[in-house]
């Protein structure tokens, strides 16, 4: 591709991004296709390549966290067109190289499969660890910590909420859903209450 781009002239006016809306389980987690039910590393964890750009692009390696919410305001960053104060995402370009400071302490994933199939999750996600939330029904969520150091796998279940690092993403994790009851009990009344907001605004209804 990045060849044809340079054979038509278009490479120094084109960004080509390569990324993917998901990774998939593939039996790592006793489901062959399951993304749209798991928040396991395997299923979120995804490529991001830029090439073609018609600016310098510095290369950088790193295990710092970076996100899909990232993409946009990167590219915007790019392209120098402000980024909306709405964005909540990060233009990875504009942390000074070698400064030490990386934003991104936590990432957060959530997936909504069909209620016939599984149950609704959420997950907050550091270098080193993630506790994920799913829904396990009757008003009760499920919760699994893992050490990703130790376990990068995720198959050694070491929630305890009496631990330290548990109790510190439990308390991550509520505050992102908020107070609007965007919880896995009740995902089904918020999906509800956005979808009404949507068309109030776009004045299909009162």
């Known amino acids: 591709m990045l060849d044809r781009l340079a ?3 278009l490479a120094d006016s084109t960004i080509v991004v390569l990324t993917a809306d998901h990774g998939e389980v593939l039996n790592d987690h006793d489901d062959y296709f399951g993304h749209d039910a798991a928040l396991y590393d395997e299923a979120v964890m995804i490529p991001l390549v830029v090439g073609g750009a018609p600016v310098s692009l ?3 390696e790193d295990d710092s966290l970076v996100r899909s919410i990232d993409v946009m305001p990167t590219l915007l960053g790019v392209l120098d067109i402000s980024i ?3 964005v909540e995402g990060e233009n990875l370009l504009a942390i000074p190289e070698g400064s030490g400071r990386w934003p991104i ?3 957060f994933c959530e997936t909504f ?3 016939s199939e599984a149950m609704p999750s959420h997950a907050v996600r550091t270098i080193g660890s993630k506790l994920i939330w799913r829904d396990a029904g009757q008003d009760s969520i499920e919760k699994e910590f893992y050490d990703l150091a130790g376990d990068p796998r995720e198959l050694d279940n070491r929630y305890s909420k009496d631990s330290a690092e548990p109790a510190r993403l439990d308390s ?3 505050r992102w859903i908020g107070p609007d009851t965007h919880h896995p009990v009740h995902i089904e009344d918020t999906r509800n209450a956005r979808t009404l ?3 109030r605004r776009l004045g299909y209804t009162d």
Do not use: D, K, Q, S
């Open 7 to 9: 054979a038509l002239g």
């Open 58 to 60: 510095r290369a950088v």
């Open 113 to 115: 499969p069909f209620a």
């Open 105 to 107: 302490e936590h990432a």
């Open 84 to 86: 909306p104060e709405a």
């Open 172 to 174: 991550i994790l509520t």
């Open 197 to 199: 907001r949507l068309l």
